[in-house]
C-alpha cells in the first residue's frame, strides 16, 4: 500500500500593508531635500542670490506640499517623516555652511545640530520599534511600510519658523546694505532657546510619536 508523501506547509508570513507613497506632496517634498546641498554649495562659494533663489523655493514647496496633501487627501505616513526630514536637512546643511563661513555662530550651530542629531536617533529607534516582522534591513527602509507617526510638537513648529528665518536672514544677510547685526543677534539668542524647548518638549509630549496599530496599518493601505 502506497503512502502518500507528507506535505511540508511553509511558514505565512504576517501581511503588512503597503500605501501609495509616490505622491505629488511626496514628490515636491524630494524635490526640497535634493535642494538642500545645492544651496549648501551656493552659500559656500558667495553666490548669495541663487542660494536665496533656492531657499525661497524651498519654502514656497513648504508650504504648497502640505495644502495639496490637505486638499485632496494625499496625506500618507512617510510623507510625515520626509516632511520633517526635509526642512532638517535644508536646516543642518546650511547651518555648518552659515558657520564655516562664519555668519552664524559656532555655539549656537552646536546647538541646533546637536538637537537634530538626538532626534535623528530617536526615529531611528521608534521606526526599529514599529516595524511590523520581520525586521529586515529592507523593509526597515521600505517606507511604504507604514509603523509611525511622527506630530511635531507646537513649539517644535514655532521653532522650525524661527530656525528657518534665522537662516534665511543670514543668507540674505550679504545682500543687504542696511545694518541689522544687532536684530540678527537677538534671534540668534531667541532660537536657542526655542531648540533647546523644543527638543525637551518631544521628550515629555506623550502625542510625539504614534505607534500604528496593525488596524491603523490597514487603514492606511485603503
Not at 559656500?44 to 490637505?70: K, P
Not at 546637536?114 to 526599529?128: F, M, N, P, S, T
Request: aromatic content about 10%.
Amino acid at each position: 500500500m502506497l503512502r502518500k508523501p507528507k506535505t511540508r506547509l511553509l511558514p505565512v508570513l504576517p501581511f503588512t500593508p503597503r500605501e501609495d507613497i509616490y505622491t505629488l506632496p511626496n514628490i515636491l517634498t524630494v524635490s526640497r531635500l535634493l535642494a538642500a546641498p545645492v544651496v549648501g554649495y551656493l552659500v559656500l562659494h558667495d553666490q548669495h542670490a541663487w542660494a536665496c533663489g533656492l531657499f525661497a523655493y524651498a519654502g514656497a514647496t513648504d508650504l504648497v506640499d502640505g495644502w495639496i496633501a490637505r486638499r485632496w487627501k494625499l496625506q500618507t505616513v512617510v510623507g510625515t517623516v520626509i516632511d520633517p526630514m526635509a526642512d532638517k536637512t535644508l536646516m543642518t546643511v546650511l547651518t555648518v555652511c552659515l558657520a564655516v563661513k562664519g555668519a552664524l555662530p559656532v555655539w549656537l550651530a552646536g546647538v541646533i545640530l546637536g538637537r537634530d542629531v538626538g532626534l535623528g536617533l530617536a526615529a531611528i529607534y521608534y521606526r526599529w520599534i514599529s516595524l511590523p516582522p520581520p525586521k529586515t534591513f529592507a523593509r526597515y527602509w521600505d517606507f511604504s511600510l507604514p509603523s509611525a507617526e511622527v506630530h511635531p510638537t507646537g513649539i517644535s513648529k514655532i521653532n522650525t519658523a524661527l530656525q528657518l528665518g534665522l537662516i534665511g536672514a543670514l543668507t540674505a544677510q550679504p545682500l543687504v546694505t542696511a545694518d541689522i547685526s544687532a536684530a540678527m543677534t537677538a534671534l540668534q539668542y531667541v532660537v536657542a532657546t526655542t531648540t533647546v524647548w523644543s527638543g525637551a518638549s518631544y521628550v515629555y509630549s506623550k502625542d510625539a510619536v504614534k505607534i500604528l496599530s496593525a488596524a491603523e496599518r490597514e487603514k492606511r493601505r485603503g
